[in-house]
């Protein structure tokens, strides 16, 4: 029994051990994630600014590349009019847009008449202003010197593409942006993209100086406010603020505890820059929310781990305790067999010796003889009995018991075989029932055999009584031995089990309880038992009352 016990001791140590290097590991593991996932968080505030840029952005991005691209589409027939229709859809669509300014060009070899020309081929004829105010769009017909810089500028850039711009193609990108956008701080200036043919006509213009035809084109210029531009935060959970700086904002002090991380502005907004900033408190917040379902994870697996290492315990200790009914029953079985067949090798050796035998000697020793060989035989009988009960292999066969005359003949049997055994029996209302009479001996037999085993001399007794309860009917067996404890009362029904007591050092199988269990369900009934130390326990045993008279 040492050997075994030591390799389940070392098995447990093993278990422990094992907890220890899980538990270490999940709290390693906690930290690392919690690590990675503050990393991860910290990569996205320096990231996912670009998404706030586009999403801020966006309106001006739409503004630049489709509404201003608009204004060819009228191939150079704007007027003050439809001029302003269209810096109305301007100011409600894009805010941003402060005022607009409408050039209505003229194109010709004598434009002297006009207040402001370039090299006497492109010229000024009128000047509108447009602003917004309270949701309504007023005009305003400026004066052209004002804005003389924007206009010689493009008018500048209009004469060198006529001049060596390829009309057998359409213009590259490249060659439209730099040709008809202007785009400044705060401001964009856009002129009419010519087609193919007006640009042969221009040209033919440009040679023939005799020429009185003309043309018209339309140059805009829009004046912006960076500061109407609406800061779209997507990740509020990362940037706590967003707002819009000159470009060469750097504060000296930044205040303690907070992160921040920036991006400049494009095209006419590019001295301005997105800034973010956070508080590390804030960012704590997100960290601690995705780390959440991670840390959620990590525990479930832990705990896991800790019901697979209980379950393994709990099969050790479970095999552990029948390894050692297993052993003491091998030991106890040897032992009632041992008794028994050293008797009769004694008897028989007494027989077959030279010496004569009396009349007297022979009988006793055949009396010996058959009484070990009894034994023996109640022995296997048993042990037969309840293999075959625990494989449902023994029919419960039926009939009807006279009960006053079956607890009546048990006793009588008991106080021959213990002289010192005091018994009696009280029947309530119930005379007859209808049951298996070998199977409930059996019950009767082992269990008044227990009353006399556990009692102390002098205090052998044991009282039976029987009654109805609805549709049952309940035989208990009181007797005043030595009793057991609660933490025992459940495990006496199980196979092997004896109770460590001095009553059970010799001749106890750990076999008589449980083939009571065996019999009653059998018979479709139940037990149990109610016990205390040193004042004696009551087994009850309840059976179907369907067949009772």
Not at 365 to 371: C, F, N, R, S, W
């Amino acid at each position: 029994m040492q050997g075994p016990e030591n390799i389940y001791r070392k098995n447990f140590t093993l278990i422990t051990a094992f907890l220890v290097l899980i538990t270490v590991s999940l709290v390693v593991a906690v930290i690392i994630s919690y690590k990675l996932t503050a990393k991860y968080v910290e990569n996205e505030f320096a990231s996912k600014k670009i998404e706030v840029w586009e999403q801020t952005t966006k309106p001006y991005n739409d503004f630049f590349q489709l509404q201003i691209p608009q204004i060819t589409s009228y191939q150079g027939f704007l007027d003050s009019a439809s001029a302003a229709s269209y810096s109305a859809t301007v100011f409600k669509t894009y805010p941003f847009v402060r005022r607009v300014l409408f050039y209505d060009i003229k194109i010709g070899n004598n434009v002297k008449d006009l207040k402001l020309n370039n090299n006497s081929n492109i010229g000024i004829k009128a000047i509108y202003r447009y602003k917004s105010k309270r949701g309504r769009v007023s005009g305003l017909k400026d004066i052209p010197s004002v804005y003389e810089d924007d206009f010689k500028e493009m008018a500048a850039r209009l004469n060198n593409f006529v001049a060596v711009a390829d009309t057998a193609r359409l213009p590259t990108q490249d060659e439209i942006f730099k040709t008809f956008y202007d785009v400044k701080p705060d401001k964009i200036t856009y002129l009419n993209i010519p087609r193919r043919e007006d640009i042969k006509n221009y040209r033919a213009l440009f040679k023939n100086k005799k020429s009185t035809a003309f043309y018209y084109q339309n140059m805009m210029t829009f004046l912006l406010d960076v500061h109407q531009l609406k800061v779209n935060n997507s990740h509020p959970e990362l940037y706590e603020q967003v707002t819009i700086q000159p470009i060469v904002y750097d504060p000296l002090e930044v205040e303690g505890g907070r992160i921040f991380t920036e991006v400049a502005l494009p095209g006419a907004f590019s001295n301005f820059k997105l800034y973010f900033s956070s508080a590390s408190s804030h960012l704590k917040k997100e960290i601690d929310k995705r780390f959440l379902p991670i840390g959620g994870i990590v525990l479930l697996i832990y705990f896991f781990l800790v019901l697979i290492s209980w379950l393994i315990y709990r099969n050790l200790n479970v095999n552990l305790k029948v390894f050692k009914l297993q052993y003491d029953f091998i030991n106890n079985f040897t032992h009632e067999f041992k008794t028994p067949v050293s008797v009769i090798k004694i008897a028989g050796s007494n027989l077959k010796g030279d010496a004569e035998l009396s009349e007297r000697q022979r009988r006793h020793y055949g009396k010996i003889l058959d009484e070990e060989a009894d034994k023996l035989n109640d022995l296997m009988n048993k042990l037969l009995s309840f293999t075959q009960l625990e494989n449902r292999s023994i029919s419960v066969k039926r009939q009807e018991i006279d009960l006053e005359n079956f607890v009546k003949g048990y006793i009588d049997t008991f106080k021959i075989k213990y002289g010192d055994f005091k018994m009696s029996y009280t029947l309530d209302n119930v005379r007859n029932f209808y049951s298996d009479p070998v199977l409930l001996g059996s019950v009767f037999q082992n269990l008044m055999e227990n009353a006399y085993k556990y009692s102390h001399p002098g205090k052998k007794e044991l009282a039976i009584s029987i009654r109805q309860e609805k549709h049952k009917l309940v035989f208990a067996f009181a007797d005043k031995g030595i009793g057991m404890a609660k933490a025992e009362q459940g495990d006496v029904f199980k196979k092997f089990y004896r109770i460590e007591n001095q009553y059970n050092q010799n001749g106890s199988v750990g076999l008589g309880l449980a083939f009571c269990k065996e019999l009653v369900n059998v018979m479709g009934g139940d037990i149990i038992v109610h016990s205390r130390v040193n004042e004696g326990s009551t087994f009850v045993v309840t059976l179907p009352l369907e067949n009772v008279k």
